[in-house]
């Protein structure tokens, strides 16, 4: 069984009889009646998305999903092409079904990614928590504030903006949090 806490990006549940795969997170609310996540998910039968507004006590059946160790081969326009590593089979996945995770990988990345398939059909991925990019746009630096509580937006290599903390300039890389797209660190490689 599955919380609304354990839902992600990628995560496949089943919600009223239908298997759906969390897309986006659209963040959290809280109200009289307790809180609630707000979700972008797709149908795995229907490939119909929407927005679905779930309270934090709700408990569901997870759905099996399979999985082969891919490369991000290339992108075509909106579609993102990934090669399995053992059998050479190219596995074609539109932007939107990739979620949040589109602005944490490109080709160029030698990333291994986890694509997941149900009833033998693509319908996501799972990254790996930590994922190093570049910052390829951001306001100066300010000297002296390494304390880190205070952010600032930057743009990354990938074309997603991101909170960074004051003291991190253009061009430094570093490591983002894949699960929220939080600022953990500069990039030690």
């Keep these: 069984m599955l919380m609304t806490s354990q839902l992600k990006v990628g995560t496949a549940f089943m919600y ?67 090669m399995d590593q053992e059998s050479y089979e190219q596995f074609e996945l ?26 033998g059909k693509p319908v996501g991925i799972d990254l790996p928590v930590r994922v190093s990019r570049t910052v390829t746009y951001c306001e100066p630096g300010i000297k ?9 937006p930057a743009t990354l290599d990938t074309g997603i903006e991101v909170k960074v903390p004051l003291f991190i300039n253009t061009n430094e890389r570093i490591v983002i949090d894949t699960r929220d797209g939080s600022f953990l660190e500069r990039a030690k490689d």
């Design 94 to 119: 539109p932007k939107e079904d990739l979620g949040d995770y589109a602005g944490y990988i490109t080709p160029d990345d030698d990333l291994e990614v986890k694509l997941t398939f149900y009833e």
């Design 144 to 152: 002296g504030d390494t304390s880190g509580k205070s952010m600032k």
């Design 16 to 82: 009223e009889g239908n298997p759906l795969i969390v897309q986006k997170m659209l963040g959290q609310r809280s109200g009289r009646a307790g809180m609630v996540t707000n979700l972008r998910v797709k149908n795995l039968v229907t490939n119909s998305t929407m927005d679905l507004g779930i309270d934090a006590s709700e408990k569901f059946d997870e759905v099996d999903l399979d999985g082969h160790v891919t490369k991000l081969s290339f992108i075509d326009g909106e579609t993102f092409v990934f």
